[in-house]
């Protein structure tokens, strides 16, 4: 393959991972606090704004880039017997082109989760098990009852519905990894 052609395909992709997609990207989920007892987002503690500056465009928040997307994940605790809605989720963002705001809702309800962690969608225990890791690492209080031992045995299991080139499976070698350094076993 020529230089000039892996240049101009190093170009593209450097590219395509600083071209906005979304400018000012925001996301606000409100609770309904008669369904849902306890709540807490997981990461993101230096992008946390204020709900009152959720619609304020002078507030900076951060930027997708093409090709990229945010996971923004939220632990919670239903009251027993809970129905109906449990959340609203507001997106905010500046398209970079029009430079007009776009906001969308969808409501979330009880009957929408999984009774089982097993039965949940795939890709979000894959992003379940990432964030327990890394609460694991930062010696985070929530994360007392679990051990690197949890996540790898989760990630093993996971890692057989991804099949060998997904990146699952690099994470499990991380986790052992951190195992082995940390005497977490």
Do not use: C
């Amino acid at each position: 393959m020529p230089v000039v052609e892996t240049k101009k395909r190093s170009l593209k992709v450097f590219l395509s991972t600083f071209q906005a997609i979304a400018m000012d990207a925001k996301v606000q989920v409100d609770f309904n606090l008669e369904v849902v007892s306890r709540y807490r987002l997981v990461g993101y503690k230096n992008r946390d704004i204020v709900d009152e500056d959720f619609r304020d465009n002078s507030v900076d928040a951060g930027e997708i880039g093409a090709g990229h997307s945010v996971t923004a994940l939220y632990e919670i605790k239903l009251y027993r017997e809970a129905y109906g809605r449990v959340a609203t989720v507001h997106m905010r963002w500046e398209d970079p082109d029009t430079h007009q705001v776009v906001e969308i809702e969808k409501d979330i309800y009880a009957g929408d989760f999984e009774r089982e962690f097993r039965d949940a969608d795939p890709y979000f225990q894959r992003a379940v098990v990432v964030a327990e890791y890394a609460e694991i690492l930062g010696d985070s209080y929530w994360a007392e009852d679990s051990g690197l031992g949890d996540v790898y045995e989760a990630a093993w299991r996971l890692g057989k519905f991804f099949g060998r080139d997904d990146p699952m499976h690099e994470f499990m070698e991380l986790v052992e990894k951190a195992q082995r350094e940390g005497g977490w076993w």
